[in-house]
Nanobody, 127 residues
């Protein structure tokens, strides 16, 4: 059974930091691209960041560039999202997703196209 379990969300003041984790099981983690998405109330799910199987390539959504960093630890089957300089508009439920690498060096922008998705963790940034 495949599981993606996010953790690390919470309430933080604007300008603060959080580190999200997504622990996976039931998959060969090292052959999956991993990504983070987020969804705020009343808005569509938004691409946040993605990382290649080896960690050698990353991509970020425009709204988080320079503030967020995605990383992965393949032996631990875990992907991380370090979020710095948080803003109230970063408030959302954050989801991780796994996409079996198919030879392409581009990331899918929609979570619905990923093979697996987690249940999400709430991040709330107060002003």
């Amino acid at each position: 059974q495949v599981q993606l379990v996010e953790s690390g969300g919470g309430l933080v003041q604007a300008g603060g930091s959080l580190r999200l984790s997504c622990a996976t099981s039931g998959v060969t983690f090292s052959i999956y691209n991993m990504a983070w998405f987020r969804q705020a109330p009343g808005k569509e799910r938004e691409f946040v960041a993605a990382i290649l199987t080896s960690g050698s390539m990353t991509e970020y959504g425009d709204s988080v560039k320079g503030r967020f960093t995605i990383s992965r630890d393949n032996p631990k089957n875990t992907v991380y999202l370090q979020m710095n300089s948080l803003k109230p508009e970063d408030t959302a439920v954050y989801y991780c997703a796994a996409d079996h690498w198919r030879g392409s060096y581009s990331f899918r922008p929609r979570s619905a196209n990923y093979d697996y998705r987690g249940q999400g963790t709430q991040v709330t940034v107060s002003s």
